[in-house]
């Protein structure tokens, strides 16, 4: 039988926690409940559970990406989730890959950027592109 | 003046590259769409295409999750906000959110509730997708709009409908397609291996969102003619993929057959279907996806074409043997005579028995692939995919308007923004914020 799993509901408080499939596509370690803190250990081969979620201690190697509580209340914020996914790896090759231009060659807005490379919630090299 | 030829008249009237110097069909039409995933904002887009002014509603600074499943890293599109410019939105955002204003709204917070009031108050539709009754929860449901704007075509598109035993469950596309019995009809026959098949397109998905849409120009239609008045509508994902069984529930209601699932061919016509080709299309190809063999669909199903098969084939005894269309068509013939053509396609490319079908005038289609359909002339030609200067991502590749229409043509202006994008001009035009107000309420994380 397959486990899914990517969304861990904590046994103390009902939390669910999301655990995005790209982070946690090839996992073992724990990870916390962002309502209550409980540590599970957990571990994940190519997408699928294979063992856990087992109560434990310590700390939690990765947090979930989103969580809502028993009211469907969302729960986010520093140490409870993880900040929105970035970078993340490619899940063939494990390396994160990046690309500034298009299959044509043309500029594009692919890679992260810093806050100070934006003008409004454009990328600036984008807004200068079509200015005028 | 001589009346051009049926070809360049077509031409002449949908060239897409003309469409932004025409007016659009649903310009001055206002929709709202706090709408996720594919089903909703599908809806909404189709809506876009045609001119309306779609307002995407999300949440704070993360959007709506179809943002974050993507196929794969690299083409995420940066940056997911002003907020979070590391993040990007993933590639499965694309082609379901379209020519769309995006804002935030967190719906907990009962400022976001008072906004939501103030802009159903202004606007013709409202687009959801949420589990049953969430919105009502919120004291965003049509029962609480209606109060404040009897005019808004309100379309709630969820999985099972908004009453009944099996409503509370959440659906997806692939769940709608296993309940609404499509995958019951999709995949091999049993004596192939038998597995129900699901398909790669999210077709529940997109099949509901345009009759959604459809719906809703409908309702506006009565509201603006008839009545004066806005509705309630109600879409279910299960439905709608019961909708597109055509003869499956006659059949069984007749005679109590099910229909089965009979693979890449044709319970009804012979030859009629897709085979295997030996060879790849790309030999030498590094690209292991190049390297696979190749498909092509056949149809060959009067008997004047299957003669002409049999003889490109070099099997005119099977032109005597199944002479006729009733023999071809049993389950164990059809086994045959598919075999009979994957032997002869065996040292073949799919181009290759193209090539040898068109000079015989038998109908065929090689199965294309992503790269095959971008750069065939005909879909660049007609603008089906194009290339197209984003203001926001730069030079993105994407489908085209879903049809065309010769005097108000739908267009593809952009293909989505970052969250919360048009937050400053959409709470401004429309609700009077001024810079202070929006800055307290990005402040509270209520947008």
Redesign the interface.
């Known amino acids: 039988m397959i486990n899914q799993g990517l969304v861990l509901t904590c046994a103390k408080c009902a939390t669910k926690n999301f655990l995005?499939p790209?982070p946690f596509w090839n996992f073992a370690g724990n990870t916390k409940c962002a309502g209550c803190d409980a540590v599970y250990a957990m571990k994940f081969v190519n997408g699928q559970l294979v063992s856990g979620p087992t109560p434990g201690s310590g700390k939690a190697d990765l947090l979930p990406?989103?969580a809502e509580d028993k009211s469907g209340?969302?729960i986010?914020g520093e140490g409870k989730t993880r900040?929105?996914?970035?970078?993340?790896?490619?899940?063939f090759t494990g390396k994160?890959?990046?690309?500034s231009?298009?299959?044509?060659g043309?500029?594009?807005?692919?890679?992260?950027?810093?806050?100070e490379?934006?003008v409004?919630?454009?990328?600036r090299f984008?807004a200068e592109?079509?200015k005028g | 003046m001589a009346t051009p030829d049926f070809e360049t008249y077509c031409q002449q009237l949908f060239d897409y590259k003309t469409a932004s110097g025409k007016p659009e069909v649903l310009k001055g039409y206002r929709v709202l769409s706090c709408t996720q995933y594919i089903l909703g904002p599908s809806c909404a887009s189709y809506l876009a295409e045609l001119g309306a002014e779609v307002i995407k509603i999300e949440a704070p600074r993360r959007g709506e999750p179809m943002r974050h499943t993507t196929p794969f890293n690299e083409p995420l599109l940066f940056p997911l906000s002003r907020w979070v410019p590391e993040a990007g939105t993933g590639l499965g955002f694309f082609g379901a959110n379209p020519n769309e204003e995006f804002i935030t709204l967190d719906f907990h917070r009962p400022e976001a509730k008072q906004a939501m009031l103030e802009l159903a108050a202004k606007s013709d539709v409202m687009v959801q997708n949420y589990r049953p009754g969430t919105f009502d929860r919120w004291g965003i449901g049509y029962q609480h709009f209606k109060k404040v704007n009897p005019r808004l075509v309100y379309q709630w598109l969820g999985g099972f409908g908004g009453w009944g035993p099996g409503r509370v469950r959440a659906s997806y596309d692939i769940l709608g397609q296993a309940m609404g019995g499509a995958f019951g009809i999709t995949g091999e026959a049993a004596d192939r291996g038998g597995t129900p098949a699901k398909h790669t397109i999210w077709l529940a998905d997109y099949w509901g969102g345009m009759m959604a849409a459809v719906t809703i120009l409908a309702a506006l239609y009565w509201r603006d003619n008839v009545s004066g008045e806005g509705s309630f509508i109600e879409y279910s994902q299960v439905h709608g993929v019961t909708r597109m069984l055509e003869y499956a529930l006659p059949l069984y209601g007749r005679y109590g057959v099910r229909r089965e699932r009979w693979g890449n061919w044709d319970t009804e016509l012979t030859v009629h279907g897709i085979i295997q080709c030996g060879k790849s299309s790309y030999p030498g190809s590094a690209n292991p996806q190049e390297a696979e063999v190749g498909y092509i669909l056949v149809s060959a199903h009067t008997d004047e074409d299957f003669r002409k098969l049999c003889d490109v084939i070099g099997r005119k005894d099977l032109a005597t043997t199944y002479a006729k269309h009733d023999e071809r068509v049993k389950a164990e013939n059809q086994s045959l005579l598919y075999g009979a053509l994957e032997t002869w396609a065996k040292d073949k490319t799919k181009e290759d028995v193209a090539t040898l079908l068109d000079k015989a005038g038998i109908n065929n289609q090689p199965v294309w692939n992503a790269k095959e359909v971008s750069e065939h002339p005909h879909w660049k030609l007609r603008g089906a995919v194009q290339w197209i200067d984003d203001p926001y991502f730069g030079d993105l590749h994407h489908q085209g308007p879903f049809c065309r229409m010769s005097d108000t043509p739908p267009r593809l202006k952009w293909a989505l923004k970052p969250v919360g994008a048009d937050n400053e001009k959409v709470f401004g035009r429309l609700l009077g914020w001024d810079k202070a107000r929006l800055a307290k309420m990005e402040e509270a994380e209520v947008i």
């Open positions: 995005d790209y990406g989103y209340a969302g986010t900040p929105a996914p970035q970078s993340r790896p490619d899940p994160q890959k990046h690309v231009k298009s299959l044509r043309k500029p594009m807005s692919g890679a992260p950027l810093k806050k490379d934006l409004g919630s454009k990328a984008i592109l079509y």
